[in-house]
């Protein structure tokens, strides 16, 4: 088999990426529908678009793990927290972001590490894709006024 090899814990990874990006896709479709019933119509169409953006990142996990020879087995979603306001739910988001752009880093660092270059190709793919994501909600809050690189303990949610 092609990918006999495969280091455990790239498959380790592949399953915590399925969880974050199901737990995205559920993330952004409540905000869609949120946002929708707040009367902001074009806050939905982007939340929307979005989670077409995530479900196709979870796509791509589940093809590379088809091909890896294992089933997809996201076992993780994170319940989707609601919030009163847009700029609320965006921080929330700026979160979720953060934190997938930090597991595809580790993924795509380990995995140039053991020389695995086809799957570091891989999650840097979907990492750049993050980081793209991560900055849109970065410039929509500042959009918003809010000003950038507030520290994760001055937001009132937590
Ligand atoms: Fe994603
Ligand atoms: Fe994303």
Same mark, same amino acid.
């Given at each position: @088999?092609? =990918?006999?090899? *495969? =280091?455990?814990?790239?498959?380790?990874?592949?399953?915590?990426?399925?969880? &974050?990006?199901?737990?995205?896709?559920?993330?952004?479709?409540? !905000?869609?529908? /949120? $946002?929708?019933?707040?009367? &902001?119509?074009?806050?939905?169409? +982007?939340?929307?678009?979005?989670? *077409?953006?995530? @479900?196709?990142?979870?796509? +791509? %996990?589940?093809?590379? @793990?088809?091909? %890896?020879?294992?089933?997809?087995?996201?076992?993780? %979603?994170?319940?989707?927290?609601?919030?009163?306001?847009? *700029?609320?739910? &965006?921080? !929330?988001?700026?979160?979720?972001?953060?934190?997938?752009?930090? %597991?595809?880093?580790?993924?795509?660092?380990?995995? +140039?590490?053991?020389?695995?270059?086809?799957?570091?190709?891989?999650?840097?793919?979907?990492? !750049?894709?993050? /980081?793209?994501?991560?900055?849109?909600?970065? $410039?929509?809050?500042?959009?918003?006024? *809010?000003? +950038? =690189?507030?520290?994760?303990?001055?937001?009132?949610?937590?």
């Amino acid at each position: @088999m092609r =990918h006999a090899t *495969v =280091h455990p814990r790239t498959l380790g990874y592949l399953g915590r990426a399925l969880s &974050l990006e199901y737990s995205a896709v559920q993330q952004y479709m409540t !905000q869609a529908a /949120l $946002t929708e019933a707040w009367g &902001l119509a074009e806050a939905a169409d +982007r939340f929307r678009r979005e989670t *077409v953006e995530e @479900m196709q990142h979870a796509e +791509r %996990l589940v093809k590379r @793990m088809l091909g %890896l020879g294992v089933s997809p087995n996201a076992s993780q %979603l994170r319940p989707a927290n609601v919030a009163r306001n847009l *700029v609320d739910l &965006l921080r !929330q988001d700026a979160v979720l972001e953060a934190e997938i752009v930090a %597991l595809y880093n580790e993924a795509t660092q380990f995995c +140039r590490r053991i020389q695995d270059h086809e799957n570091a190709e891989f999650f840097n793919g979907l990492l !750049q894709d993050e /980081l793209h994501h991560a900055a849109e909600i970065e $410039t929509w809050l500042e959009a918003l006024g *809010v000003p +950038r =690189h507030q520290e994760p303990n001055e937001r009132a949610y937590f």
